[in-house]
């Protein structure tokens, strides 16, 4: 386990962000990337948690009044897996990357297919 201020751990997500493909955050909408400290009670070990509305579920009323999509990253859970601030980045990344899928529709099964999960 690797230990980090929760200032550390932000910055090391922002490093984590600058990895994922400009590619795909250029297609993102209306989301914005939180940091907690805590997973759920129900789900202690869970490393990252989108909550909205994916793309492929939006119609033309959507956007009225929408709060931006959340992408959240457990800190504790994270720095539990991780033995050095390298593996935190990229771990980060990782997780990202997975969440965003979910922005975009794609569920845990297609992301176990391609190796995401």
Do not use: K, Q, S
Not at 47 to 57: A, D, N, R
Not at 99 to 111: N, V
Request: with cysteine.
């Amino acid at each position: 386990m690797v230990e980090m201020t929760r200032e550390d751990f932000e910055d090391a997500v922002r490093d984590g962000l600058d990895l994922v493909p400009e590619d795909l955050t250029g297609m993102m909408d209306n989301v914005v990337v939180l940091v907690e400290d805590e997973a759920p009670a129900d789900e202690p070990e869970l490393l990252g948690l989108y909550e909205g509305v994916p793309l492929t579920e939006r119609d033309h009323l959507w956007a009225a009044g929408a709060l931006p999509d959340r992408i959240t990253i457990f800190r504790y859970p994270t720095l539990a897996i991780c033995e050095t601030r390298d593996d935190v980045v990229e771990e980060v990344a990782v997780t990202v990357v997975h969440e965003i899928a979910h922005h975009f529709g794609i569920d845990d099964e297609r992301l176990h297919e391609l190796g995401w999960a």
